[in-house]
């Protein structure tokens, strides 16, 4: 899959939107709604338009961001700690 295919094109191939399908498979309405805030987020970001991202997901992105960035950190303080003492 090329790296810059589409979630449109993607559903093209798949024959029915993520949503759709998942509606087919029986999924919560809640667990759809939260998918398609998702999709239609990376949409904007993918397009450049990350700042029309509603409040509350820029601030669940930072927050993934910030776990992330203490995450990569902790494995090297073990290292560089480790034989110290």
Known sequence: MPAKQTSESIEAEAGLP????????????AAIDHAQIWLDALSKVVSGRADEL?????????EDADAELVGAELPADIVQNHGKG
Not at 54 to 62: Q, V
Request: net charge neutral; charged share 30%; glycine share 4%.
């Open 54 to 62: 509603p409040d509350h997901l820029k601030r669940e992105l930072a």
């Open 18 to 29: 993520i949503v759709e399908r998942m509606a087919a498979l029986g999924m919560s309405q």
